[in-house]
């Protein structure tokens, strides 16, 4: 870890600071040594400022910056984290929360589901060298190198893994995003995470049958999305590509996979912000059409001048997408939290620009086809372009 921060230099500032928040809860929770007054102790000196721990069962646990247990009701909370079952966390600061808080509870809520049993048993992500990652998803190096590349990363050469890409959005480091992402996710086994260039790649590896990686990534965007009302996740602009299973010496199969699953990823939306290739089944071969043909097509061009739009283009685009998925205008109504009156108004907007009968099933595919490529033809080729020459 040393190593891989001294390398950091050529992050911005809060990127290497980031890293250094999430090196010092990985220490703390392979130390095999972590309690509650621990964890609460070392995040409350990190952060340098009170923190503290409920329970649900027990009484609370509150630290200042210089170690100390604290008595008594904590002071003003400027953020806090809901654990379910396992209590919740908080930090103390009379003024307003500091740069990296928001990462700091991450991690704290990270380790204390840990301690509560809500992961126990689980390896919690940890940050690779980018260099050994882009070894193993390279199609270039040689077996051996990629092999002994994986035997560092501490992974097992003959199991096979899945690799996923993170975007993070404009304001956030896709590697931070992708190891905490992977940190609140549930039995995923062993994940290694390096950013490579503008997005972050895990590798993936289940020793046993577990949760699908799609699955545990979704609930993890729910689960933000409750804590914060519904504004945290689409805020944060995360998206997220999975690939397929692939045998790790033919890992850059599972990348390029992971990558073209990215692009049809939606940023805001939770149904649609983690994409797992093998869900796109025929439509992932859109991913091969070139951009310049995907932009001609009418459909295209339609869905492109709609979404122009500047007071309904977005809400539009929206609603039509929430149609498509569920086929239901009620159900896309309380996906949207808005009444089926709204989202209706929209779709006959959508119609009108576009000339489709969103009621016949057809006119319907054909929307969804259209979609899908309008993402592709739109999606920001910055976002991959980086990753695109590692290996």
Do not use: N
């Amino acid at each position: 870890m040393k190593g891989l921060l001294l390398r950091l230099s050529t992050l911005d500032a809060d990127a290497a600071a980031a890293v250094r928040v999430i090196a010092h809860f990985e220490a703390l929770l392979g130390s095999g040594a972590l309690d509650a007054a621990s964890l609460v102790r070392s995040t409350a000196g990190l952060a340098e400022c009170a923190a503290g721990w409920q329970p649900v069962d027990g009484d609370p646990v509150r630290c200042g910056p210089d170690g100390r247990t604290l008595d008594g009701r904590p002071g003003p909370v400027s953020g806090e984290a809901d654990l379910g079952p396992s209590g919740r966390v908080w930090l103390e600061r009379p003024c307003a929360p500091g740069p990296l808080d928001d990462l700091v509870l991450e991690w704290m809520a990270i380790a204390a589901r840990v301690l509560g049993g809500g992961t126990r048993g689980a390896e919690p992500p940890h940050v690779a060298d980018p260099a050994l990652v882009e070894l193993v998803l390279s199609g270039r190096e040689a077996v051996a190198d990629r092999a002994r590349a994986l035997r560092l990363l501490g992974l097992v050469p003959e199991l096979p893994l899945r690799v996923v890409a993170v975007a993070g959005g404009a304001s956030v480091d896709a590697g931070v995003e992708a190891v905490t992402l992977f940190g609140r996710s549930r039995q995923l086994g062993t994940v290694r995470v390096a950013r490579l260039g503008p997005v972050g790649a895990a590798l993936v590896q289940q020793r046993e049958p577990g949760r699908a990686p799609a699955d545990a990534l979704r609930e993890v965007l729910r689960e933000r999305g409750r804590e914060s009302g519904g504004a945290r996740a689409p805020v944060r602009g995360t998206r997220v590509g999975i690939g397929g299973r692939a045998e790790p010496l033919a890992a850059r199969e599972s990348w390029l996979q992971a990558r073209a699953a990215l692009r049809f990823a939606v940023a805001g939306s939770t149904a649609e912000a983690v994409v797992d290739h093998g869900e796109l089944g025929p439509v992932a071969l859109l991913a091969e059409i070139p951009t310049e043909r995907l932009r001609a097509q009418p459909d295209v061009r339609a869905l492109d001048l709609l979404a122009g739009r500047e007071e309904d283009g977005a809400p539009g685009i929206a609603a039509l997408a929430a149609f498509c998925r569920t086929g239901s205008l009620r159900q896309a109504a309380a996906e949207l939290h808005l009444h089926h009156s709204s989202v209706a108004a929209r779709l006959a907007r959508v119609e009108e620009g576009t000339g489709w009968q969103l009621r016949d099933h057809q006119d319907r595919f054909r929307a969804q086809l259209a979609l899908y490529a309008w993402r592709l033809a739109t999606a920001t080729e910055a976002t991959t372009a980086t990753a695109t020459e590692a290996g």
